[in-house]
């Protein structure tokens, strides 16, 4: 099970941390990413990192967040974060964490394992 945590409301220009922690399954061994859904919207790729023996720790980004979200992970925590700063309204969403073994399943939305989400409303 994935279990995220930490959304809520917020002003425009604040910030958020999301958490999601593994429970009954170890995170250290998968690639890890956020997704979000906006109302009326498509869910949407928005951060993940990269497991492995060449690219541990490689992040990447959807290009609307870039420099405002950074993610990360604590392995011995089993928990993924993602920090979100200087949120827009254009934000608000249901943020999904996502995992499998395969760096590109998680970047397209394609792997195995989905969180429940996370409510995210950026107010202006």
């Known amino acids: 099970h994935l279990l995220e945590s930490g959304g809520g409301l917020v002003q425009a220009g604040g910030s958020l941390r999301l958490s999601c922690a593994g429970s009954?399954?170890?995170?250290?061994?998968?690639?890890a990413g956020w997704f979000r859904q906006g109302p009326g919207k498509e869910r949407e790729f928005v951060a993940a990192?990269?497991?492995?023996?060449?690219?541990?720790?490689?992040?990447y980004y959807a290009d609307s967040v870039k420099g405002r979200f950074t993610i990360s992970r604590d392995n011995a925590k089993n928990t993924v974060y993602l920090q979100m700063d200087s949120l827009k309204v254009e934000d608000t969403g249901v943020y999904y964490c996502?995992?499998?073994?395969?760096?590109?399943?998680?970047?397209?939305?394609?792997?195995?394992?989905w969180g429940q989400g996370t409510r995210v409303t950026v107010s202006s």
């Open positions: 990192i990269a497991w492995g023996t060449t690219d541990s720790g490689e992040t």
């Open positions: 996502h995992v499998d073994a395969v760096r590109q399943f998680v970047i397209r939305g394609t792997g195995d394992f």
């Open positions: 009954g399954r170890t995170l250290n061994s998968y690639a």
